[in-house]
């Protein structure tokens, strides 16, 4: 399924033009960026803050922050100091040492910002935390990691089983009228007290900057350890992709305990200089096109999932509010339907550009550029400095529109140092030819596009063939009763596998036999007879990740009644 290219929006843009500079570009380019390549001495939190505060920058606007309670902002130099503070409040009176696993478990307040960095200024490791995480998920995390210090809540705080965590020494709790004792520590009040000064640590390119623990479909979750280099392509990819300038107000949506929510709410914006929109409490529509307007919002970066639900609530709300400060919108994390992008033209009048990446690959690696020319559905090209193909099991290249692995040559600046405690694990990712593998499977057409299909285990085969799970979904959102769609290939006697769609509805329809013809008839008109559902179930909501990706797995586990697995990662 090929779709027209959308006109190219004009501009003057970071990338302007993407052959050119994938031809010539190297790393070594951006390197040049950062203090380190003159006096070898480097901490991102630094580049990120600090340097700012030092600079000509430093009275302008880091932060806005607000949630229903909350509404405040921050200068670069009070960023410094604030997060100076929270540094101050770890070492002296947690201990935090270079090396340190230190977690965070909190809600999304300017707080849990200052705590993160403060921790990165002092070399140590951080490991973000969805609040959403129950006694378990909190448990295997921590563990694995051998975390020394959590900085948490007193409402969440009951799910810290400090009894089966002998490596941890303190919990700092970020609350009010805290008891302190050897191993509690009062955040706002030591806080308050601490000195502005802090002696940064100064790390090497292969120190431990962040920790995120992201599930496979099968086993526990694994620690992906990420570096202090990894900056370089934070940086790199917020220049070409997001296509920050000095005047954005930049919002990204994403919550730390992801790593969006870190590479790009913290690094990406950061290491730019640029304005951060940072916004607490739960979804709701009309808050997110307020935060546009209010702030005058230049460039978003947010997910399928919310696009799909603020279509949900109408192009009327669209309209009543003031959206013109937007000039660039972009996605990740989960296909993004070619209906999504049609209906971000129409209601924005922009295009969203998809972005993919993944926990492992540490930043952004195949996109859509304001330079390039769009089709929908597509995830874009790979960024300059990174080898993209589509290999086979063996790790040879496929020819164009044959379907594959989707691998990138090794090397790339952000790529996960390792798993923690998992040298096996991380072997495993790699195939000959220096491939790293990414699990997805996907194409690459004539020109050098990739389109996803869907992880390797989701691929369907039904009467011999191969249908991507992905394409059905999209085609079936498309459909005007249809608000999500997750599709899986049920086993069966005769076809190998049958299609099954699990289906939630919008708001003033209502699941009947009729609806299923239709749904079947609309699939196999608009995409073709073998990749229409032969099942069809309707359900109020289907179970996704907090990154807003429709868990198949589940789906299939409801279908074969099997153990779903780890869910710690599943939405509430
Ligand atoms: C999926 C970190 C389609 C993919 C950002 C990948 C996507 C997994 C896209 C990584 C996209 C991410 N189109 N699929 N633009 N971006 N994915 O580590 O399956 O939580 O392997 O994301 O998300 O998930 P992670």
Not at 25 to 51: L, Q, V
Not at 176 to 196: A, G, H, M, P, Q
Not at 316 to 337: A, I
Request: hydrophobic residues 35%; negative net charge.
């Amino acid at each position: 399924m090929k779709l027209e290219a959308l006109p190219v929006s004009k501009g003057n843009y970071n990338l302007n033009s993407y052959e050119e500079v994938y031809q010539s570009f190297d790393w070594k380019e951006a390197e040049k960026e950062f203090s380190w390549s003159e006096t070898g001495r480097m901490n991102a939190a630094y580049e990120a803050i600090d340097k700012h505060a030092e600079s000509f920058r430093k009275n302008k606007i880091a932060l806005y922050y607000r949630d229903p309670d909350r509404d405040e902002k921050y200068t670069f130099k009070e960023m410094k100091d604030l997060t100076n503070k929270a540094g101050n409040v770890l070492k002296n009176y947690a201990n935090v040492e270079k090396g340190d696993r230190v977690f965070v478990f909190m809600p999304r307040t300017p707080e849990l910002y200052f705590t993160i960095l403060g921790a990165i200024k002092l070399g140590a490791i951080v490991g973000p935390l969805f609040e959403a995480f129950m006694e378990g998920a909190v448990r295997d995390r921590l563990d694995d990691s051998g975390a020394k210090v959590i900085v948490t809540t007193p409402e969440l705080m009951d799910r810290v089983p400090f009894d089966q965590l002998p490596n941890l020494r303190h919990v700092v709790v970020v609350g009010e009228n805290v008891k302190e004792d050897d191993f509690y520590i009062d955040f706002l009040s030591r806080f308050k007290e601490s000195s502005k000064d802090l002696e940064l640590e100064w790390v090497d390119l292969t120190d431990g900057l962040l920790l995120h623990y992201t599930s496979g479909s099968t086993g526990k979750p694994k620690g992906v350890l990420h570096v202090h280099n990894a900056m370089i392509q934070h940086y790199q990819t917020a220049n070409w992709v997001l296509d920050l300038k000095e005047d954005d107000v930049y919002w990204c949506t994403a919550d730390p305990g992801w790593v969006t929510g870190t590479v790009y709410g913290i690094f990406g914006p950061w290491l730019h200089g640029a304005s951060n929109v940072i916004v607490g409490g739960r979804f709701k529509p009309e808050n997110w096109y307020q935060t546009i307007e209010d702030y005058g919002v230049t460039v978003w970066y947010s997910a399928p999932t919310a696009f799909r639900m603020l279509m949900g609530a109408g192009d009327e709300l669209v309209k009543s509010f003031d959206l013109s400060s937007l000039r660039h919108v972009l996605s990740v994390g989960e296909p993004l339907n070619p209906e999504v992008v049609r209906w971000g033209v129409k209601v924005f009048e922009k295009r969203i550009h998809d972005t993919w990446w993944m926990t492992e690959t540490g930043a952004q690696i195949i996109c859509n550029y304001p330079c390039m020319e769009i089709k929908p559905g597509s995830m874009g090209k790979p960024i300059p400095g990174v080898e993209a193909a589509i290999v086979d099991d063996q790790g040879n290249e496929v020819p164009p529109y044959r379907m594959g692995n989707l691998a990138i040559k090794k090397g790339w600046p952000s790529m996960m140092y390792t798993i923690w405690n998992n040298k096996e694990k991380y072997e495993s990712y790699f195939m000959p030819g220096d491939w790293y593998v990414s699990g997805d499977s996907a194409y690459m057409d004539d020109e050098g596009y990739f389109w996803f299909q869907g992880r390797i285990d989701d691929v369907i085969m039904t009467s011999g063939e191969r249908v991507g799970p992905f394409e059905v979904e999209s085609k079936l959102v498309e459909h005007p009763a249809i608000a999500e769609a997750g599709v899986i290939g049920k086993p069966d006697p005769v076809r190998g596998e049958i299609i099954k769609a699990f289906i939630a509805l919008r708001d003033g329809y209502e699941p009947s036999e009729e609806l299923k013809e239709e749904i079947r008839q609309f699939v196999k008109k608009g995409l073709a007879a073998h990749a229409a559902p032969r099942e069809i179930d309707f359900k109020d909501k289907l179970p996704k990740t907090r990154s807003g990706k429709i868990m198949r797995r589940v789906l299939k586990a409801w279908e074969l009644d099997l153990p779903t697995g780890d869910l710690s990662t599943m939405e509430d």
